[in-house]
Nanobody
């Protein structure tokens, strides 16, 4: 069982930056693929970024590539999402998720554990 708690969301102007954190419980954090997803009102949950268990491989949605960076610190059981050059269309609730499979996936239903989410609002 893994429990995930996100933090770092907030209100920011377009062009600004935020850093999201996701703290995980459990001693096996380093064996999980970690992902970030987001869901805007009236829209489906969408993939943002994912990182392999070792941190050696990262994957991004085209809409955030070059602006967002996912990283992890297995010693601290934490995964991060650095978001730069934010746009109003990035406004959403951001969730982190853990997948016990070794393969990095972009589909939400493949992930086993989810956090409650943190709100990110980007004003124009």
């Amino acid at each position: 069982q893994v429990q995930l708690v996100e933090s770092g969301g907030g209100l920011v102007q377009a062009g600004g930056s935020l850093r999201l954190s996701c703290a995980a419980s459990g001693r096996t954090f380093s064996s999980y693929v970690m992902g970030w997803f987001r869901q805007a009102p009236g829209k489906e949950r969408e993939f943002v970024a994912a990182i392999s268990w070792s941190g050696g491989s990262t994957y991004y949605a085209d809409s955030v590539k070059g602006r967002f960076t996912i990283s992890r610190d297995n010693a601290k059981n934490t995964v991060y999402l650095q978001m730069n050059s934010l746009k109003p269309e990035d406004t959403a609730v951001y969730h982190c998720a853990a997948d016990s499979d070794l393969i990095v996936r972009r589909t939400p239903n493949r992930y086993d554990y989810w956090g409650q989410g943190t709100q990110v609002t980007v004003s124009s």
